[in-house]
């Protein structure tokens, strides 16, 4: 639930110095088809060494700000005249104002963002990080609709960093977060969605998160007749782990909020690419992941399809891992 902020705080100083400058203007370009809200180029940086505490002196709970531009930034405390925040890109700047986020039951996370980090292609030019987007926003919308409160980890086409987004899923104390992609590379041929979802492999309710997502979201996909799916051998709910035996994905690895990792479908299978520009498969898409996080919550279903080997794998850091362009926050 969110709620407006009262900007008449009278606090105490923040117990940190904070510094923000601009610094080289980076040029972005996307291939998007989608309108994109309007983002800066400017990096921020900090001179402090200090960071204020993890959770705001105001309030009792953790706590998060959507700013005056529609980011969404876990707030670390309030020096009497602004907000101090966490930026997407894991450095600490103050915002003036902004509605609150508090009582936050789920996170969504849309996987990759930003000009480097695009994810997939498709064949047909639809680019990962905007389709994850477009379906995760449908499914903030159904669960809003259905009374579960919700946020983004991001909310526009810019890049976070993998901790930042684990970091803001626990700082909010949300009780699951759930990270959308759309898979590469193609394997063979099935019959059914070659759905895949990965799991946190020492948490029982991750596993069964997981398996209530990758039941709705592989049996509601089917409906789409004429597809040429493809899937995996070992196709259903898996613990991926790396070779000294952690899990291989940081937004698997990192949070201690309960969560799991979607590939929904392949987006480089040409066949599928087709169907994923549709607003069709936007919409089902995102109201068949809101489904099973509706049935996480209100019920004790278990949801079906783990695989019970490993499948065990290095991933690279990633295109970009290292580069990080801040969106405008005010």
Same mark, same amino acid.
């Given at each position: 639930?969110?709620?407006?902020?009262?900007?008449?705080? %009278?606090?105490?100083?923040?117990?940190?110095?904070?510094?923000?400058?601009?610094?080289?203007?980076?040029?972005?370009?996307?291939?998007?088809?989608?309108?994109?809200?309007?983002?800066?180029?400017?990096?921020?940086?900090?001179?402090?060494?200090?960071?204020?505490?993890?959770?705001?002196?105001?309030?009792?709970?953790?706590?998060?700000? %959507?700013?005056?531009?529609?980011?969404?930034?876990?707030?670390?405390?309030?020096?009497?005249?602004?907000?101090?925040?966490?930026?997407?890109?894991?450095?600490?700047?103050?915002?003036?104002?902004?509605?609150?986020?508090?009582?936050?039951?789920?996170?969504?996370?849309?996987?990759?963002?930003?000009?480097?980090?695009?994810?997939?292609?498709?064949?047909?030019?639809?680019?990962?990080?905007?389709?994850?987007?477009?379906?995760?926003?449908?499914?903030?919308?159904?669960?809003?609709?259905?009374?579960?409160?919700?946020?983004?980890?991001?909310?526009?086409?810019?890049?976070?960093?993998?901790?930042?987004?684990?970091?803001?899923?626990?700082?909010?104390?949300?009780?699951?977060?759930?990270?959308?992609?759309?898979?590469?590379?193609?394997?063979?041929?099935?019959?059914?969605?070659?759905?895949?979802?990965?799991?946190?492999?020492?948490?029982?309710?991750?596993?069964?998160?997981?398996?209530? %997502?990758?039941?709705?979201?592989?049996?509601?996909?089917?409906?789409?007749?004429?597809?040429?799916?493809?899937?995996?051998?070992?196709?259903?709910?898996?613990?991926?782990?790396?070779?000294?035996?952690?899990?291989?994905?940081?937004?698997?690895?990192?949070?201690?909020?309960?969560?799991?990792?979607?590939?929904?479908?392949?987006?480089?299978?040409?066949?599928?690419?087709?169907?994923?520009?549709?607003?069709?498969?936007?919409?089902?898409?995102?109201?068949?992941?809101?489904?099973?996080?509706?049935?996480?919550?209100?019920?004790?279903?278990?949801?079906?399809?783990?695989?019970?080997?490993?499948?065990?794998?290095?991933?690279?850091?990633?295109?970009?891992?290292?580069?990080?362009?801040?969106?405008?926050?005010?």
């Amino acid at each position: 639930m969110r709620f407006l902020v009262l900007f008449a705080l %009278v606090l105490g100083a923040c117990t940190s110095a904070v510094t923000v400058e601009s610094t080289t203007s980076i040029p972005t370009t996307t291939t998007s088809t989608q309108p994109e809200p309007v983002t800066s180029t400017t990096t921020i940086t900090t001179t402090t060494t200090t960071l204020p505490s993890t959770r705001p002196l105001f309030a009792d709970e953790p706590i998060g700000l %959507v700013t005056p531009t529609g980011v969404n930034v876990a707030v670390l405390d309030h020096n009497g005249r602004a907000f101090i925040v966490r930026t997407p890109c894991g450095n600490i700047a103050e915002v003036s104002h902004g509605e609150q986020l508090s009582d936050v039951s789920v996170v969504i996370d849309p996987g990759h963002g930003g000009p480097i980090d695009t994810g997939t292609v498709g064949a047909n030019g639809l680019v990962e990080r905007d389709l994850n987007l477009q379906v995760a926003r449908v499914t903030e919308t159904e669960l809003l609709s259905r009374g579960i409160s919700v946020v983004l980890t991001r909310t526009a086409d810019y890049p976070t960093p993998l901790g930042v987004r684990t970091r803001f899923a626990d700082h909010l104390g949300a009780d699951l977060m759930v990270s959308i992609h759309h898979n590469a590379p193609k394997p063979g041929p099935s019959s059914l969605p070659g759905t895949e979802v990965f799991i946190q492999s020492d948490s029982d309710d991750s596993r069964r998160l997981g398996q209530l %997502v990758w039941e709705h979201v592989r049996e509601g996909l089917s409906v789409f007749d004429g597809v040429a799916w493809s899937a995996a051998s070992d196709v259903g709910v898996l613990r991926v782990l790396n070779t000294r035996g952690l899990d291989a994905y940081g937004m698997i690895r990192g949070p201690e909020t309960v969560s799991v990792l979607a590939e929904l479908a392949y987006l480089n299978n040409p066949a599928e690419a087709r169907l994923m520009a549709t607003p069709e498969y936007v919409e089902v898409a995102g109201a068949l992941v809101a489904d099973a996080i509706e049935a996480y919550i209100t019920t004790d279903d278990r949801g079906s399809g783990y695989v019970a080997s490993p499948r065990v794998f290095n991933p690279n850091p990633g295109v970009g891992a290292n580069v990080c362009i801040e969106p405008e926050l005010q």
